[in-house]
Each structure stands twice: as C-alpha cells, then as structure tokens.
T-cell receptor, first 114, second 114 residues
C-alpha cells in the first residue's frame, strides 16, 4: 500500500541532545512537509521541500534542521537549540506537478523531554 | 496569525444529527481543504474546494465556500459515533504554479454521542 511512514511513534529527548525523526513515502510525491502540533492547536509548518536537495524554512524553523537527499525521505532533526521540543510532529507529502493537490499525512511522532 | 479559524472550537451532538463547522480566513486563496484527525493520529484529507467553486459534496459531507466573506463551512449529515474527531480547515494561498503550502486553523473537536 502507498503511504507515509513516520518513525518512531514515541521519542524521548535528553537535555542537550539532538534527535532525528524519520519520514519515508512511497507515493512518488515530489513535495514533503514537516509540521508541529501542540495540544489543542492546529499545525504549524517547520520546513518543506519540493525537490531533492532543496528545502525551505516554514513558519517555525528555528531549532530544527532537515535534509532531502532522496525523493522518498525527509528526516527532521530537532536540535538542542529547540528549547521547547515537546509536541506531536507530522510529516506530509503532495504532488508538485499539478496545482490544487491535497496533502497526505503520516501518523506522527510524539516527542517528549526526559 | 492564523489564516484559518474554525468555529465552534468544540461541538457535541447526538448520533443522527447534522454537524456544521465554519472556517474563516484572511487572504486570497487558491483552494480550501478540510481534514479530519482522530486522536493521536495523522490528518486525513476529506475534501478540497477551489476558489472558483461554491459548493462541493462527498458522501455525507457538504462544503461551501464564500470568497466574498472569506469563509467556508463543512456539513456532516446523519452523523455517526465514528465521526468523532477533530476537523481542520486549511487554506492554500500559493499561485497555480506548483505544490501546496497550507495554513491550518486550530480545529473543531466534534463529539458524536451514541
């Protein structure tokens, strides 16, 4: 089945530690996105990428980094510079070739501080 | 600031009743999309309405769009307990060029009581 896989489902970070969240898709989508969701709130865009080896900052990129070395993969690193990383992180993808396309989401990674 | 704002924040109804959720936005849009999120899961795309469309149906869902008032509504008819979830509107303000960059509202929590 085509879809987006995020791992791990739960992740714990120690103070001063960088952690990496995985996002893989087999939908052959060009565009991929990372969102942060805090309790009872909507989604805020962290980073997005429309093509391999290129990505842009979203609205809350500080303290995060990404890479896009393969079309299928868009990992997110939460660095120690992100002082409030506890949140639910969602990865999504969409077609780029056509406009008016929906985004397809993974099931998220919940990050907590130890 | 939030591009999409949903109203009400929470809605509780009985099975079989209709549920109406509203979304307002501030800038011109290319399209508006509605998503559903079950607790602890990713978002699932429900319906996309383009800026030149006024109404769209999909099964028990009916979406309207009024670009003069910058508002949209989602109607779920004959609700079921399984419809219990958070519902988000998202606006795509990019041009017709490529990809999508969505701005999400804070969502409406719908509870359907059996």
């Amino acid at each position: 089945d085509g879809g987006i896989t995020q791992s791990p489902k739960y992740l714990f970070r120690k103070e001063g530690q960088n952690v990496t969240l995985s996002c893989e898709q087999n939908l052959n989508h060009d565009a991929m996105y990372w969102y942060r969701q805090d309790p009872g709130q909507g989604l805020r865009l962290i980073y997005y990428s429309q093509i391999v080896n290129d990505f842009q900052k979203g609205d809350i990129a500080e303290g995060y980094s990404v890479s896009r070395e393969k079309k299928e993969s868009f990992p997110l690193t939460v660095t120690s510079a992100q002082k409030n990383p506890t949140a639910f992180y969602l990865c999504a993808s969409s077609l780029v070739e056509y406009s008016n396309q929906p985004q397809h989401f993974g099931d998220g990674t919940r990050l907590s501080i130890l | 600031s939030q591009q999409g704002e949903e109203d009400p924040q929470a809605l509780s109804i009985q099975e079989g009743e209709n549920a109406t959720m509203n979304c307002s936005y501030k800038t011109s849009i290319n399209n508006l999309q509605w998503y559903r999120q079950n607790s602890g899961r990713g978002l699932v795309h429900l319906i996309l309405i383009r800026s030149n469309e006024r109404e769209k149906h999909s099964g028990r869902l009916r979406v309207t769009l009024d670009t003069s008032k910058k508002s949209s509504s989602l109607l779920i008819t004959a609700s079921r307990a399984a419809d219990t979830a958070s519902y988000f509107c998202a606006t795509d303000s990019r041009g017709e060029t490529s990809g999508s960059r969505l701005t999400f509202g804070e969502g409406t929590q719908l509870t359907v009581n059996p």
